[in-house]
């Protein structure tokens, strides 16, 4: 069992920066896929980015590349999703996810097994 904890959403302009992160209770951090998805009001959960267990491979939805950037820290057992240059249309809660271990670096839902409760990112106009 793996237990998310996300934090450093707010609100913030357009424009501006905020970088999430996600705390993963558990010993064997580094053999999880880690990702990061966003819903909106009213709309479907949609894939933002994900990072292999060891940081190398990293794969990211065409609405963010260039401006938001996963990182991880395993011997801290935490995931960072930087967001640069944030728009409006970037307002969603953003949930943590883990994949099952040593499993594939998946971009929709099902391929992860742990859920964070999401954090607010508000963009303003």
């Known amino acids: 069992q793996v237990q998310l904890v996300e934090s450093g959403g707010g609100l913030v302009q357009a424009g501006g920066s905020l970088r999430l992160s996600c705390a993963a209770s558990g010993r064997t951090f580094s053999s999880y896929v880690m990702g990061w998805f966003l819903q909106a009001p009213g709309k479907e959960r949609e894939f933002v980015a994900a990072?292999?267990?060891?940081?190398?491979?990293?794969r990211y939805a065409d609405s963010v590349k260039g401006r938001f950037t996963i990182s991880r820290h395993n011997a801290k057992n935490t995931v960072y999703l930087q967001m640069n240059s944030l728009r409006p249309e970037d307002t969603a809660v953003y949930y943590c996810?883990?994949?099952?271990?040593?499993?594939?670096?998946?971009?929709?839902?099902?391929?992860?097994?742990?859920w964070g409760q999401g954090t607010q990112v508000t963009v303003s106009s």
């Open positions: 990072i292999s267990g060891s940081g190398g491979i990293q």
């Open positions: 996810a883990a994949g099952p271990p040593f499993g594939p670096i998946a971009t929709t839902g099902s391929g992860y097994a742990y």
